[in-house]
Each structure stands twice: as C-alpha cells, then as structure tokens.
C-alpha cells in the first residue's frame, strides 16, 4: 500500500535560518503530493502541491519539488519565521480526488526569535 | 473561500454513549472525508464518501459508521463510546473533477473525550 515517511520531531530552528523537512513515499501508481500545515488549535491548511514529477509546488516562500527518481518531496524555505512555527504533514493522493489522503506522522516545526 | 464546519470544537461523552459528530461544506464538493489524528501516528481515514448515500470505508473503520443523507453534510457517528476512541476528528472535503487530485479543505477539528 501508499506509505508517507517524514522526519519527525520536533525540529528547533532560530530565526533566518535555512528549514528543510524530508518526506519520501511509497506508493503503486503517481501520486499527486501534497504539504499540509496545521497552526495551534486549527485544522490542516494546504500549503503547497505537485501533481507530477519535477513539479515544484511552492507558496508563502515555502517550496518543495515531487523528485520521482528518489520518491521525495522534501519542504524547504530560505529564512523562517516564529510565525511558521506549526505542524506540516506530507500526504499523498493517487485515487483522483475521491480517495482519502495518505499522510505522513508530521513534523513539529519550532522557531526560536 | 472553501468552509468546512465541523459543530463542536470540544466533546466530552462517556463509554458505551453513541456519539455524533458533524461536518458542513459550503461548496458543493463531491467528496466529503473523516479522519482521526493522535499524536505520533499523523492522520489516519476513517471513512470517506463520493457522493450522497455513498460512503466507503478508510483505513480504520471500526467502531465507526457515517451518514451522507445531503450533499453538504458529512456525518460520523461512534455507536457505543470506547476511551480509545478520545481523539481529535477532521472532516475535509474536496470537488470531484475526474482528472488531477484536487486538494481537500480541512475544518478545525473536534476534540473529542470519552470517559
């Protein structure tokens, strides 16, 4: 079956520094791939999405780029924020919009000021 | 923008009580979605449906059923109440386009307590 894997932590960063979170899949066909974000006390806002390999999906300086040959898609973003202090999540989806997601655990993201 | 409404914020029921959790979108999608999320193991589908009357089992099922009676309304219900099911539950939905995977539009979540 589909399988998501994701660093998991919590990671701690200070301010201005350089974020990467790995996420590879495993799944039987081509997935769609997704970045989640969820705030404190809130539900699971997208963040960014690539649909086919060599994508790159990016949004609010946020960038991440579907990687076939390693089956990653790893979220990346030059200089963080304390705001971007949140939980991202790494899913996948092959069923065409009607199937549910696959999520990875998620990555806990603190940033320090 | 897409809403999705879940009724509670916050549950608090007790073992063996039958639970019903509600979910409101406001955008005509097709497909409507309920997961639970614990921490350490992310979030899991429970159930999903694609269209009114129709619902399809996720990856953990059990102990669960839904109703999808109208379009915008997605419901979970828990027929008898167990301390393993005190969790938080995500509704989402998503527009059915017949092409590319579209993404699912999540409500804030209902954190629900079973003692």
């Known amino acids: 079956g589909n399988s998501v894997t994701q660093m998991e932590g919590p990671v701690t960063l200070s301010e201005e520094a350089f974020l990467t979170i790995n996420c590879t899949y495993t799944a039987t066909g081509y997935p769609s791939l997704f970045w989640y974000v969820q705030y404190p006390g809130e539900g699971l806002q997208l963040l960014l999405k690539a649909t086919k390999a060599d994508d790159k999906g990016s949004n609010k300086g946020f960038e991440a780029t579907y990687r076939k040959e390693t089956t990653s898609f790893h979220l990346e973003k030059g200089s963080v924020q304390v705001s971007d202090s949140a939980v991202y999540f790494c899913?996948?989806?092959?069923?065409?919009?009607?199937?549910?997601?696959?999520f990875g655990k998620g990555t806990h993201l603190i940033i320090q000021p | 923008d897409v809403k999705v409404t879940q009724s509670s914020r916050y549950l608090v029921k007790r073992t063996g009580e039958k639970v019903f959790l509600e979910c409101v979108q406001d955008m005509d999608h097709e497909n409507m979605f309920w997961y639970r999320q614990d921490p350490g193991l992310g979030l899991r589908l429970i159930y999903f449906s694609y269209d009114v009357k129709m619902k399809e089992k996720g990856d953990i099922p059990e102990g669960y059923s839904v109703s999808r009676e109208k379009k915008e309304r997605f419901s979970l219900i828990l027929e008898s109440a167990s301390t393993n099911q005190t969790s938080m539950y995500l509704c989402?939905?998503?527009?059915?386009?017949?092409?590319?995977?579209?993404?699912?539009?999540f409500g804030d979540g209902t954190r629900l307590s079973i003692l």
């Open positions: 989402a939905s998503s527009p059915e386009t017949g092409a590319l995977n579209q993404p699912q539009h």
């Open positions: 899913a996948l989806s092959e069923g065409g919009g009607a199937d549910g997601l696959t």
